[in-house]
C-alpha cells in the first residue's frame, strides 16, 4: 500500500560541497527531498551499521508473485540515532509499521527514512535527510497508525 | 674558578627556578592545578549547524580557487575523500560527532566520535619553526582566565575547507580558537581561519557545542568495509540495495 503525499517542502540545493561543519557522508542528491511517500508494511530488519543505519521492510503488493515488495530505507549514524532514542533493537522483525521516507529519484523501492508510526500510535523520527541536518524530519508530519 | 662564571651560573639557575616556578603556577599545569580549570568533562555536540553554516555565512574563498575546484567535479571528485583520517581545518566535527576535551598537566587533547585526535599544548612550548605539516597540525594553548585561547599551524595544505568545493586549505594556514563555556551545558569556540592560498580574509565563526548526557563514545565511520552509499572502485555515490544475506523471510501471506 503506498500513499503519496506530495508535501512540498522548501529545499536548499547545497552545491557548496562538503562543508566542515557538517562532515557529512554523501549528499542526499539521490532522494527526491520535494516530496514524501509512505508505506505500510513489517520490518525486515535493521542494519545498525557505520556509515548509515539501513532498515529494510516487507510491503505487501498482491500483484508480486512472493506477494510483497522489499524496501530499504536509510538513515542517519549509530551515534546520532542513539542520542535520538534509537537502538539496534528499536523494532523487532516483524513489527508493523507506517513508514514515511524521501523516495529515490531513480524509483527503485526505497529512500531515506524521514519518520515511522507504531500500531500503538507512537513515532519516531530519522537523523538526517535531504535538505539539512540532524533534525531535518521533525518538519515532516507522522503518519497515521497503520 | 673565577667569581664570574659562578655567579652566571647561579643567575642561570635562580632562572630556570624562577621559571619552573611560575610554570607549576600556570593553569592546567600540574595534577592539582587541573581542578582550577572549568569544567568541560563529557561530550559535547555541535548546536544545530549543517549546511546551513556555510548558506548563511559563506567562507570568502578566493572566486578563482573555487571556480577551478567546482569546474573540476567538486569533493565527488576524489575517490577516497570518504576514507581519509579526520582533517582539522577548523572544526573539531560536525553535528555528527560527539567531541571531548581531556585536561591533563600542560596538555588538552581533544578528540570525537570519528577519530581526531589533537594535542593541544598548554605547557608554554612555541609553535616549532619547521614541524611536518599533519592532518590536525601543531596546536599550542594557553588559559586566559576561563578561555582557552588555541593556535594551530602546520596542517596539511591538501586538507580541504568548508565551502571549498573540495579546493585544498594551502600552505601557510594558521587558524586560532577561543574556548568558553557561556553556561554549564554550553561551551562557545570562536574560530579565526587565514588561509592565504584560499581566502581573501581571515574566515570567523562561532561554533555553539551543547554539553550531551551520554558518557560513552559511539564510533563513527565513513571508512568501512561495506557502505551501501559509495562505490568503493569510483567513491561515487550509489545507493546499493542488495539485501543483506540473513534477511529474515517475509511474513507469511
Known amino acids: 500500500m503506498v500513499i503519496r503525499q506530495l508535501r512540498r517542502f522548501v529545499v536548499l540545493a547545497l552545491g557548496l560541497g562538503c562543508a566542515a561543519g557538517a562532515s557529512a557522508h554523501h549528499s542526499y542528491a539521490m532522494f527526491d527531498g520535494k516530496q514524501t511517500v509512505t508505506v505500510i508494511g513489517t520490518v525486515a530488519k535493521i542494519e545498525w551499521t557505520n556509515p548509515h543505519v539501513f532498515i529494510w521492510f516487507y510491503v505487501p503488493n498482491a500483484a508480486r508473485e512472493s506477494g510483497y515488495d522489499l524496501y530499504a530505507f536509510e538513515n542517519g549514524s549509530p551515534n546520532v540515532l542513539t542520542r535520538r532514542g534509537w537502538s539496534a533493537t528499536t523494532f523487532a522483525t516483524g513489527e508493523k509499521l507506517a513508514i514515511t521516507y524521501w523516495p529515490l529519484l531513480d524509483g527503485r523501492s526505497g529512500g531515506h527514512f524521514a519518520v515511522a508510526t507504531r500500531a500503538d500510535g507512537t513515532s519516531i523520527y530519522a537523523a538526517g535527510g535531504p535538505g539539512g541536518g540532524v533534525d531535518v524530519s521533525s518538519a515532516i508530519a507522522a503518519p497515521p497508525r497503520p | ?253
Open chain 2, 1 to 253: 674558578m673565577s667569581a664570574r662564571p659562578l655567579r652566571a651560573a647561579s643567575i642561570a639557575a635562580a632562572l630556570i627556578a624562577v621559571s619552573a616556578t611560575a610554570y607549576s603556577q600556570t593553569p592546567g599545569a600540574t595534577h592539582a592545578s587541573l581542578d582550577a580549570l572549568p569544567n568541560w568533562q563529557g561530550w559535547w555536540g555541535l548546536r544545530e549547524a549543517g549546511p546551513d553554516e556555510v548558506r548563511q555565512q559563506p567562507p570568502p574563498i578566493k572566486p578563482e580557487v573555487l571556480a577551478a575546484a567546482q569546474a573540476a567535479g567538486g569533493t565527488d571528485a576524489d575517490p577516497l575523500r570518504y576514507c581519509r583520517p579526520m582533517q582539522f581545518t577548523g572544526a573539531n566535527g560536525g553535528f555528527t560527532e560527539g567531541v571531548e576535551f581531556l585536561f591533563t598537566p600542560g596538555r588538552v587533547t581533544i578528540t570525537n566520535e570519528r577519530g581526531l585526535l589533537r594535542r593541544v599544548y598548554t605547557d608554554g612550548r612555541p609553535i616549532p619553526a619547521a614541524a611536518i605539516p599533519t592532518n590536525t597540525g601543531t596546536s599550542v594553548g594557553r588559559w586566559d582566565g576561563q578561555a582557552l585561547v588555541v593556535e594551530t599551524t602546520n596542517l596539511n595544505p591538501l586538507a580541504t575547507y568548508l565551502g571549498s568545493a573540495g579546493a585544498p586549505i594551502g600552505a601557510n594556514a594558521r587558524i586560532t580558537e577561543r574556548m568558553f563555556l557561556t553556561d554549564d551545558g554550553t561551551l562557545q569556540i570562536d574560530v579565526e581561519v587565514v588561509a592565504p592560498d584560499l581566502l581573501t580574509a581571515p574566515d570567523r565563526r562561532t561554533r555553539v557545542y551543547t554539553r550531551l548526557p551520554k558518557t560513552v563514545a559511539t564510533e563513527i565511520t565513513f571508512c568501512t568495509e561495506y557502505d551501501r552509499s559509495i562505490e568503493p572502485g569510483s567513491g561515487q555515490q550509489r545507493f546499493d540495495l542488495t539485501p543483506p544475506a540473513d534477511l529474515p523471510p517475509p511474513p507469511p501471506r
